[in-house]
């Protein structure tokens, strides 16, 4: 009796939760029936299904629209305009290429009910070209470099003339044809060598060239002395029957226009530095110094590859250390500039004579000895053996890459008007660039700088006598 009752209980139970279960899933297909149709009701009907047929027919080259059609005008006057805009002058003709290029168009002529204002987004408008109209453009400093720069020879005041372009190129050798003006209107002496480490472990020390000889010695005869330290061995390179010429072409073939120095392994040639002395005679048989190029250490040209000349270009000078030093800082700021900081200078001579006596730093950048740009400082007063001068200036390098720098020279000259000279006067430089170009502790600051981006060096002068 018992187990009739708890059966019929169960069956009841199970009754009870299917209807249960059925109503619920049948209220909900009816929710979703009517959501269905609700949106059927709000959707487009077409009796034929929509497509979109593009025109590929491109627009006339002479087509053009005027810029004061405005989309409020009526369809007559859009039309109107449409033709009446038809000049030449407007548009340039484009080239071949610039048509292959240019996307198909939509052929408004097909449309006359259309807007003109909304087919001015298919087409730019262009204005008629001004008198004092300028292109625009990104300049790409490879193609500025191919242009051919040169300075006014023979002219004093060159801060007048502004740079334009240098040519790039990694060889340091100066034709015969380019012209090295200083920036005080003097020709500076240049001596063009190389140095080539053979594999016979030997150095070679070639002559290519001499420019801005001084004429007025009538020079006969050049001598030009090479000395390697520490071995301390000397050889000498001679010329007899100079040309009437400042300009001085020496034959690479001709082997009497280079010397070599034997016995040298490569272990101990990062050891190695030369000097290299010039001397002349003129027709009466008088010896001239002419001068001299400071040290040049081997070391600074890692790595040194056999078979491979490396390419210099020095100014011969008059070298005296002077006791006066300078504290310069360099920083590379981004690609384009170049910045550079005079921060103290020591080691000035006080005269007694002349408290008033003033005296000012000039800065000038140059590209394998031309001068581009031109800063000059403050003047300040000669009656302290210490000055901070705390001046500083951004060089424009946009030309330059980063494997261009060895290009570049920077030139620092003291101008003085102190031991009862009546003018200001060159009286001590510094030069910073790299060994291809100068040599002392310029070069090291160069090398430094390079490296780090950001170096800051004291620098000795050496006094300035003119050739």
């Not at 101008?415 to 430089?429: D, L, V, W």
């Amino acid at each position: 009796m018992f187990l009739t009752i708890l059966s019929g209980i169960l069956v009841f139970v199970c009754l009870v939760s299917s209807l249960i279960l059925y109503v619920f899933i049948r209220s909900q297909s009816i929710r979703r029936s009517s959501q269905s149709s609700l949106n059927e009701k709000h959707q487009i009907r077409y009796s034929f299904r929509p497509s979109i047929d593009l025109i590929t027919k491109k627009l006339s080259e002479e087509f053009s629209f005027r810029s004061s059609i405005t989309s409020s005008k009526s369809d007559q006057s859009s039309t109107n305009a449409i033709h009446q805009c038809d000049d030449k002058s407007f548009f340039p003709k484009k080239t071949q290429a610039e048509q292959h290029r240019s996307a198909p168009s939509i052929n408004l002529t097909s449309f006359p009910n259309r807007s003109a204002s909304m087919a001015t987004n298919f087409e730019t408008l262009r204005r008629p070209r001004s008198v004092n109209w300028r292109q625009g453009s990104i300049v790409d400093s490879n193609q500025m470099a191919l242009i051919e720069f040169s300075l006014p020879p023979h002219h004093s005041d060159l801060n007048k003339y502004r740079r334009r372009s240098v040519p790039i190129s990694h060889d340091i050798i100066l034709t015969k044809d380019s012209q090295t003006t200083q920036i005080d209107g003097s020709i500076p002496f240049l001596l063009t060598f190389s140095l080539n480490y053979l594999k016979t472990s030997q150095i070679q020390v070639e002559i290519h060239s001499c420019q801005g000889l001084p004429m007025h010695l009538h020079l006969q005869q050049l001598n030009i002395k090479v000395k390697i330290y520490p071995d301390g061995k000397e050889k000498t390179i001679q010329w007899k029957k100079l040309t009437e010429n400042e300009n001085q072409q020496f034959d690479d073939r001709d082997q009497r226009n280079s010397i070599v120095f034997s016995n040298i392994s490569a272990e101990k040639l990062i050891e190695k530095s030369f000097l290299l002395t010039i001397n002349g005679k003129d027709q009466t048989k008088k010896n001239f110094h002419l001068g001299q190029i400071g040290k040049i250490h081997l070391n600074q040209f890692q790595p040194i590859i056999h078979e491979q000349k490396i390419d210099l270009t020095h100014q011969v000078e008059k070298m005296k250390k002077s006791s006066m030093e300078l504290l310069v800082a360099l920083e590379k700021k981004h690609e384009h500039y170049l910045h550079i900081e005079l921060q103290r200078m020591k080691g000035i001579k006080v005269d007694q004579k002349n408290l008033d006596a003033t005296g000012y730093l000039r800065v000038v950048l140059l590209d394998r000895h031309r001068p581009l740009t031109s800063h000059q400082t403050k003047p300040f007063r000669l009656n302290s053996a210490t000055n901070p001068i705390n001046e500083q200036y951004d060089l424009n390098i946009l030309t330059y890459h980063s494997n261009n720098f060895d290009r570049l020279m920077i030139l620092i000259s003291f101008y003085s008007n102190g031991n009862q000279q009546n003018e200001h006067r060159c009286i001590a430089r510094i030069k910073l660039a790299s060994p291809h170009l100068a040599s002392d502790s310029g070069t090291i600051h160069w090398q430094q700088f390079k490296a780090r981006e950001s170096f800051s060096m004291w620098h000795t002068f050496n006094k300035y006598q003119s050739n």
